[in-house]
DNA sequence: AACTTATATGATCAAATATTCATATGGAAG
DNA sequence: CTTCCATATGAATATTTGATCATATAAGTT
């Protein structure tokens, strides 16, 4: 007997479905994935990440860059560090925030491309 | 005399700022971009694409392989079609969804490697 | 033509998330 | 040690967005 638990769902080629499913990752792992995507997916940490590609910056000079609120930005840089996506270095009172490897410069410059090429 | 009209902010540092400001690219365009990451930064999404990656599928297939409402699989690939990223072959009154193009599948692989990198 | 099935979609609800506001913290300068 | 300034952060609010539900459309079947 076939289970047949949550779904209405008819129309379903067994096989077809059986190999896809065998050859799926992870829920948790693709799961892991969208979520490090999403952190690109807000044009506010993009910007923020792109000045930060062009130098260090403090947060004041990042909100005045951005023309937002220095809490905004603070915020999300908080996002930002917690994804290890970007670091920084107290000078005084001030907190210098530069990005954290290569591997965000060369996603950023990935995504500029896919944008320009398919748009 | 100097402008400084929203923000409340006193630290900035003229130069470096100026500096940045002139080097960042369009607001509209990286809205575009963050935009076009954020398509990447929903799980159903990703599976979505990941799926098909595999091979071409029917909607309820894909409601099948991702234990997921027909209806909500259709309102995403909707989604995934604003942005060009699968299309679709009407065979009788089933619809086969496809990648769009090998852009998608190379996408999806290197945040997959990222990931995997990273974390 | 009436009925079933596969998909699409509008409306609604719920959850997630970004910004603001108020305030806390901690270093610097007087 | 008091004040000022740069940053961080909690709470509240606003906006976005994903899933569901009900229904529409359109193709195949009887």
């Known amino acids: 007997m076939?289970?047949?638990?949550?779904?209405?769902?008819?129309?379903?080629?067994e096989d077809e479905v059986n190999d896809v499913k065998?050859?799926?990752?992870?829920?948790e792992f693709l799961f892991e994935v969208s979520d490090n995507f999403k952190v690109f997916g807000d044009s506010t940490r993009l910007k923020i990440m792109y000045a930060?590609?062009?130098r260090d910056l403090c947060v004041?000079?990042?909100a005045a860059v951005l023309d937002m609120s220095q809490?905004?930005?603070s915020?999300?840089?908080r996002v930002?560090?917690?994804k290890n996506l970007v670091k920084f270095r107290k000078e005084g009172k001030m907190a210098y925030y530069y990005l954290a490897d290569e591997?965000?410069?060369?996603?950023?410059e990935l995504c500029v491309e896919h944008t320009k090429e398919r748009y």
């Not at 289970?3 to 008819?10: F, P, R, Y």
């Not at 065998?22 to 829920?27: F, G, Q, T």
């Not at 591997?103 to 950023?108: A, R, Y």
């Open 2 to 13: 076939e289970e047949k638990d949550t779904c209405d769902v008819i129309c379903v080629h």
């Open 22 to 27: 065998s050859k799926m990752l992870e829920d």
């Open 52 to 54: 930060l590609s062009q």
């Open 60 to 62: 004041c000079d990042l």
């Open 71 to 73: 809490s905004a930005i």
């Open 75 to 77: 915020h999300q840089l």
């Open 80 to 82: 930002l560090r917690s």
């Open 103 to 108: 591997h965000v410069v060369s996603m950023i």
